[in-house]
């Protein structure tokens, strides 16, 4: 999906994020200056509902595991 949108990997999950619903929002951090223009690249990429399906499908939610969650 990053190659079919010319994005970073980083800007991918980012837009995801930003993607799902107005009441969730991204906090990433960084101590670069070029990290942060990197970031905020991902306002540029819309993915479409089908990129959505195809990351939830990549990544189901049932398969996230671990003692913080």
Do not use: F
Not at 16 to 24: A, P, S, T
Not at 25 to 37: C, F, M, S, Y
């Amino acid at each position: 999906l990053g190659k079919k949108h010319g994005c970073t990997p980083a800007q991918l999950a980012l837009a995801w994020v930003l993607q799902q619903g107005k009441d969730v929002v991204p906090i990433p951090g960084t101590t670069k200056i070029k990290n942060l223009d990197q970031n905020l690249g991902a306002l540029a990429v819309k993915l479409s509902e089908e990129d959505l399906r195809e990351i939830s499908a990549a990544v189901p939610v049932d398969d996230i595991a671990g003692s913080r969650y």
